[in-house]
Each structure stands twice: as structure tokens, then as C-alpha cells.
T-cell receptor
Framework: EPEVTQTPSHQVTQMGQEVILRCVPI?????FYWYRQILGQKVEFLVSFYNNEISEKSEIFDDQFSVERPDGSNFTLKIRSTKLEDSAMYFC????????????FGPGTRLLVL | GENVEQHPSTLSVQEGDSAVIKCTYSDSASNYFPWYKQELGKGPQLIIDIRSNVGEKKDQRIAVTLNKTAKHFSLHITETQPEDSAVYFCAATSFGNEKLTFGTGTRLTIIP
């Protein structure tokens, strides 16, 4: 069964450093998402991406964040200058077109900012 | 924007008994309601979903009901098993909307 994959599974970084989180969505999917989950809290929407542009973003997704689809298979989330409060689990999700709103989630990247 | 409330936050049931988790939503335009199961260290996995044109959907031991008038939807798990232990999240969105709004989660523990 096809699945969303994410790398790395864990990342530790120093405050102020840049990090790039990588995702490989399900191959025939066209809509891509990033969500985050701070420890013990609910999953929060960050950004959606379709047709090589951001279609919606939350207030969390400020200028420190960016997304990119650098090739036909990868989807990345970049945090330019990490803050302590960026420590969270980051989930990538994808969905196909024409099948409603079913989003399939990857296993996540646990980011720890020190 | 949409707001989803979920109760209870924790639920312990004896193996073999039923578990019910309830959610309410605020945006009457929401018309798609998925339920996700999250096991420790893993991403949310879709277990069942319901669209607003139906009131109930069942898949083996799992069922979801939807009351559009009251803006409630519930997850029912029957004949619970130890592997049902996990955190369950409800979510809501509308077709054409890009984001899922999640509830706060329910930690379900099945007592052997």
C-alpha cells in the first residue's frame, strides 16, 4: 500500500539554525500539506500546496517557514532560523484530486530545537 | 474558522466493551469528518470517515455517526481489543477547503 514517507525521523538543532524537513508524498497525489503537533497537543495545520504554489497557510506559517517541491517526488518544509518553540512533531500529508478530502499522513519528523 | 471540540480526553475501557468518543464542530459549512488513530511515535492513520450526506457509516468494529443539526459526530468502537489502545483524533473540513481542523484527541486505553 502506498504511503507518505518523511526524513529524517528525528532532528536536533541549535536555535537560529536552518532545518529542512523532507517528505515524499504518495505518487499520484497532487495536494500536499504540512502539519505540526507540539508534544501533548493537537495536530495543527501549517500550509497546503498545490500546483507549485501555496494554496492556504495558517498564522503559524510566518516568514521563517517556506515550502518547496524541488522535483517530481519530494516536498520540503524549511525553517530558516529555528526557535525553541518550533520544537514539535512535523507531519507531511498528501491527497489525490477528485477523491474528497482524505489526507494521508506520514510518520513525522520530531524536531528538537536547543 | 472551524473549531472542533473532542471529549473525553482520556478513556479507559475493559477489553471487549465498547468505547465512544464525541466531537462537536462549529462551522456549518463543514461536510467531511475523518477520524484518525495515532499510535506512539507514529503519524495519524485514517480509520474511518463520514461525509455530511450520510448519518452513519460502519466498518467492522468501528462506526461513526453524524448529527448535522446538532453539529455532533461520534466514533464507536465495539468489542475493543488491546491493539485499539492509541490516541484518537476527530477532524473536520469542507470540500474545497485545504485544511483539516483537529480535535484535541482522546487517549483510549483498553484494559485486558
Amino acid at each position: 500500500e502506498p504511503e507518505v514517507t518523511q526524513t529524517p525521523s528525528h532532528q536536533v538543532t541549535q536555535m537560529g539554525q536552518e532545518v529542512i524537513l523532507r517528505c515524499v508524498p504518495i505518487s499520484n497525489h497532487l495536494y500536499f500539506y504540512w502539519y505540526r503537533q507540539i508534544l501533548g497537543q493537537k495536530v495543527e495545520f501549517l500550509v497546503s500546496f498545490y500546483n507549485n504554489e501555496i494554496s492556504e497557510k495558517s498564522e503559524i506559517f510566518d516568514d521563517q517557514f517556506s515550502v518547496e517541491r524541488p522535483d517530481g517526488s519530494n516536498f520540503t518544509l524549511k525553517i530558516r532560523s529555528t526557535k525553541l518553540e518550533d520544537s514539535a512533531m512535523y507531519f507531511c500529508a498528501s491527497r489525490a484530486t477528485g477523491v474528497g478530502e482524505t489526507q494521508y499522513f506520514g510518520p513525522g519528523t520530531r524536531l528538537l530545537v536547543l | 474558522g472551524e473549531n472542533v471540540e473532542q471529549h473525553p480526553s482520556t478513556l479507559s475501557v475493559q477489553e471487549g466493551d465498547s468505547a465512544v468518543i464525541k466531537c462537536t464542530y462549529s462551522d456549518s459549512a463543514s461536510n467531511y469528518f475523518p477520524w484518525y488513530k495515532q499510535e506512539l511515535g507514529k503519524g495519524p492513520q485514517l480509520i474511518i470517515d463520514i461525509r455530511s450526506n450520510v448519518g452513519e457509516k460502519k466498518d467492522q468494529r468501528i462506526a461513526v455517526t453524524l448529527n448535522k443539526t446538532a453539529k455532533h459526530f461520534s466514533l464507536h468502537i465495539t468489542e475493543t481489543q488491546p491493539e485499539d489502545s492509541a490516541v484518537y483524533f476527530c477532524a473536520a473540513t469542507s470540500f474545497g477547503n485545504e485544511k483539516l481542523t483537529f480535535g484535541t484527541g482522546t487517549r483510549l486505553t483498553i484494559i485486558p
